[in-house]
């Protein structure tokens, strides 16, 4: 199985774990990823606020990319996935508009049609690699271990841009992925809410409320961790931990893994390949839990 690979920003900065476990649950399971490089940042919803000619054409760049490879669009990023879903529904639905921003592309040799898949690496897992050799290749099950799903918003809604009219199980792929891993999911109220990322720099307070909610409802449900398939929420929910610890008044300590991060365990794939020294929750009673180690 080959795809176009659109890491997004985060992956390439803030959080480097999710890169590099990325390529080794790949290379563990047979996915063949050829790297857009070239690509540029989806603006993760911002910019087409702002403008959104210009980040559709910058999108629809990228899906050009994935055109050329005649390859599907494997990504790692809820907010990204749904930004290129979004950008793919207008382009495809409005023929003038989609003219228009092939001028914008057309100096650099490159032309949009709409035939790009655009796959978050939860689809490929669930869809193309599919439950049975996913089961099939767990030599370490995850035991006990219990993992609240967080998917973030861009993956979920809007649903109709999704495809969760024609493919409804996809509601429920997170969960069924933990499962499939051998560990028990968690359900709470937060697993489908917004992280609080979007609104960090406008209303800081409100969203570490956010953060610091989800956190310890998934805690008193009896998470041993959380798991995302967004970037952009790991940086809420790990990295902003601590200080919502201290907004909304509770102990907080619940690791958060990113999704690969949480496969890659199950798969056997040595810790260090997976970046867990680099989530700022300590990730040590996982491990301790999944492997009978800590860090």
Not at 12 to 33: H, R
Not at 41 to 59: F, I, K
Not at 251 to 280: C, E, T
């Amino acid at each position: 199985m080959k795809y176009a690979f659109y890491p997004g920003c985060v992956a390439k900065g803030g959080a480097p774990e999710l890169y590099d476990s990325t390529l080794a649950v790949a290379a563990a399971i047979g996915l063949e990823l050829v790297e857009l490089t070239g690509a540029a940042c989806t603006g993760a919803g911002v910019l087409s606020e702002r403008n959104p000619e210009l980040a559709d054409t910058l999108n629809a760049r990228t899906l050009a990319m994935a055109e050329k490879e005649g390859l599907p669009l494997m990504n790692i990023c809820s907010t990204c996935h749904g930004v290129f879903s979004q950008a793919n529904a207008r382009l495809k639905k409005d023929p003038e508009y989609r003219a228009r921003v092939n001028q914008h592309l057309a100096p650099e040799g490159l032309q949009y049609s709409g035939t790009t898949e655009v796959k978050h690496m939860l689809w490929v897992l669930m869809e193309d690699v599919g439950p049975e050799k996913l089961k099939s290749l767990v030599t370490n099950p995850l035991g006990d271990l219990k993992a609240a799903p967080f998917y973030g918003c861009y993956i979920v809604r809007p649903s109709w841009v999704l495809g969760y009219d024609i493919k409804p199980e996809r509601k429920h792929y997170l969960e069924d992925l933990i499962a499939i891993l051998g560990a028990e999911p968690v359900e709470y109220q937060g697993a489908t809410k917004c992280c609080g990322f979007p609104i960090l720099t406008m209303n800081r307070t409100n969203s570490l409320t956010m953060t610091g909610t989800h956190v310890s409802e998934a805690t008193e449900k009896g998470a041993d961790c959380m798991v995302t398939p967004c970037p952009l929420c790991h940086l809420n929910l790990d990295g902003g931990q601590v200080e919502a610890a201290g907004v909304v008044k509770k102990h907080l300590a619940l690791p958060v893994l990113h999704l690969p991060q949480m496969v890659g365990l199950a798969l056997g794939i040595p810790r260090d390949k997976l970046g867990l020294r680099k989530n700022l929750v300590d990730t040590g009673p996982v491990l301790e839990k999944v492997l009978g180690v800590n860090r």
